[in-house]
């Protein structure tokens, strides 16, 4: 019994007793050390497994990237071919104008939808990285939403107006140079964008129309226009006689080297008697034009026909000539 006695005195004595409030034993920068050195040896599997699967991630975000800019680049690029090599689209004039037009459609077109593209990946790369880490994405992923909810909610009429522009550009239903209607508006295009299209009128007002609310296009700068000039001609004169003298005149101007460049290879036509009204009948000539120069081709040529029926000696019918392009 009494040899127990100083074994156990000498087992309390080691021990350090703590006294309540007194201050915590404090650790000594080896013991800290050596506790880092035994978590890293303890964990150094799964550093070494998580650092090689996110530079993995890393690297695939980035190839995918590159491979899916090359496939967005062709795609454009193809798309636009094939909308200008479309019957009529631009016709014997319009190979320089083409590429041109091709060319800014790529780089509009490749633009967004390589950001989109890009921005996509890059989001995927960053949430698998966030969760490689073993930080919960789950809070992430319900923000986000939120936020997207609202952004899609108060910005719908904006998506519609990118959407119904990446569409326009693709399609190249019109560009910058072109004459057209587009409903509330119609004039000169001076700027095309994703969301706004930018038309100056006949009276120089400058119009924004929004993309998404074009419900449809009239283009009179693509391929040809035609102009349709009709004449009333006494109805007491010969048709076949009057016929002549409009072909004649209408092949005078179309062999015009000052009115070349007006038309197109397609001879001027001359349709007939177009209508009878009472004491007169309407003769019809109808020529194919370069675009946006059937307005100027139907005055000159209207002008020439009453010339030529002066020296003819035809009887114009009692309303005015009459002639409309489009």
Request: aromatic fraction near 6%; hydrophobic fraction near 45%.
């Amino acid at each position: 019994m009494s040899a127990a006695v100083p074994a156990f005195a000498t087992a309390f004595a080691t021990e350090s007793p703590t006294t309540p409030g007194s201050p915590p034993p404090t650790t000594s920068l080896s013991d800290k050390a050596k506790g880092v050195g035994n978590w890293f040896s303890n964990n150094s599997g799964t550093i070494v497994t998580d650092v090689v699967t996110i530079v993995a991630i890393i690297v695939a975000a980035l190839i995918i990237r590159k491979i899916t800019l090359t496939f967005i680049h062709r795609a454009v690029d193809k798309a636009a071919m094939r909308a200008e090599s479309k019957p009529g689209r631009f016709l014997e004039a319009g190979l320089l104008m083409g590429a041109e037009r091709r060319l800014q459609r790529t780089r509009a077109l490749g633009s967004v939808l390589s950001s989109v593209a890009s921005a996509a990946i890059m989001i995927i790369a960053a949430l698998m990285v966030i969760d490689q880490l073993h930080i919960s994405t789950g809070p992430i992923l319900a923000s986000v939403g939120v936020i997207s909810a609202a952004i899609g909610f108060g910005a719908r009429d904006v998506v519609t107006d990118l959407l119904a522009g990446i569409f326009m550009i693709m399609e190249d239903q019109y560009g910058v140079g072109d004459y057209i209607d587009a409903g509330d508006a119609k004039g000169t295009v001076e700027d095309v964008g994703l969301r706004i299209t930018q038309l100056r009128d006949i009276d120089g007002v400058v119009w924004y129309v929004r993309n998404g609310t074009i419900k449809r296009i009239g283009n009179q700068s693509q391929g040809y226009a035609r102009a349709i000039v009709d004449v009333p001609v006494s109805y007491a004169e010969n048709p076949g006689r009057v016929r002549d003298v409009m072909v004649e005149t209408a092949h005078q101007m179309f062999e015009d080297p000052e009115w070349k460049d007006s038309f197109l290879t397609e001879a001027p036509t001359v349709a007939g008697i177009e209508s009878i009204e009472g004491d007169h009948m309407m003769m019809r000539v109808t020529v194919r034009t370069a675009a946006r120069r059937s307005a100027e081709v139907a005055r000159e040529l209207r002008g020439r026909l009453l010339m030529a029926f002066d020296e003819a000696g035809v009887k114009v019918g009692i309303p005015a000539a009459a002639g409309t392009g489009t």
